[in-house]
């Protein structure tokens, strides 16, 4: 097949990619930069008022914790998954994917029966007589980060699942045998082997976190307002599409800044692994 073929047989996806995509993403951010004064200074107001500069904080602070704690879980749960085998590694597997499968705002309402005033949890304190009366565990950052940790913890798991499957256990049983550590083991053979799964993952779970709606306003609520609850709130509860095309905008440009940085470092960790 001819390159001239080749390239006929991708316009209809770039076609469609054009209209359902970059068209949209265009309408939406070339108002933010129209000629009108209020137009011209919007995006200086929006980063210049002290509300808005801690809500762009909370979202970056709750998306990296988040990011973080997820990790730290994912990680070793995925090396633990790819070890077994048959039925058992079927199951578990299922049981990781199962929460995906779930509608979030379910999954969602599931933690206000836990973090509740009268959930498990306050009750299970009371009942350790830890506390006399409840904590108010809801419409915190913690339960913000509570259900975004449950809601892309498999992402992570299925991302590293493959890569975990790759690990050379000769390359552990010959750093044993130099006698390393176990916990150096971990982090100076076992890690770098899994870098690209857990950059690619890092990657999946910091964006979905940062523009993630549901959960922030189950969990949040309007006292800890994010970006994408600010965004709804500007756009629908008081019909100000400016400024909610500025948070989008800024909400995109953090997240293509996130991305880029990470592939600059997977780049560099390749030529690491090729030298």
Do not use: C
Not at 49 to 68: D, G, K, M
Not at 72 to 80: H, K, N, V
Not at 134 to 161: C, K, Q, R
């Amino acid at each position: 097949m001819s390159k001239k073929n080749k390239f006929g047989l991708i316009i209809p996806g770039i076609v469609v990619l054009l209209i359902t995509f970059f068209y949209p993403l265009i309408m939406m951010v070339l108002p933010t930069f129209s000629s009108s004064e209020d137009s011209a200074n919007s995006y200086f107001g929006f980063l210049s008022n002290q509300q808005n500069q801690l809500v762009i904080l909370r979202t970056v602070s709750i998306a990296l914790v988040s990011t973080f704690i997820i990790v730290l879980l994912g990680i070793p749960t995925s090396i633990w998954l790819s070890k077994l085998s048959g039925f058992k590694k079927t199951f578990l597997l299922t049981l990781v994917v199962f929460p995906i499968l779930t509608n979030s705002v379910v999954r969602n309402y599931a933690w206000i029966t836990i973090l509740g005033n009268s959930g498990i949890l306050n009750n299970l304190l009371k009942f350790l007589h830890i506390i006399n009366s409840p904590l108010s565990f809801l419409y915190t950052d913690g339960s913000i980060i509570a259900g975004i940790v449950y809601l892309f913890l498999p992402i992570m798991i299925i991302t590293l699942i493959g890569e975990s499957e790759k690990l050379d256990p000769e390359l552990d049983n010959a750093a044993l045998m130099l006698g390393t550590r176990p916990a150096k083991i971990f982090w100076k053979v076992t890690i770098p082997q899994l870098t690209t799964g857990i950059i690619t993952g890092v990657t999946l779970v910091f964006v979905g976190a940062l523009t993630a709606y549901t959960t922030p306003q189950i969990l949040g609520g309007n006292q800890r307002l994010v970006m994408s609850t600010l965004l709804y709130q500007q756009a629908m509860t008081l019909g100000n599409w400016q400024a909610a095309s500025v948070i989008a905008t800024i909400m995109i440009v953090i997240a293509l800044f996130v991305t880029f940085l990470l592939r600059k470092f997977q780049k560099k960790v390749d030529k690491r692994k090729t030298l």
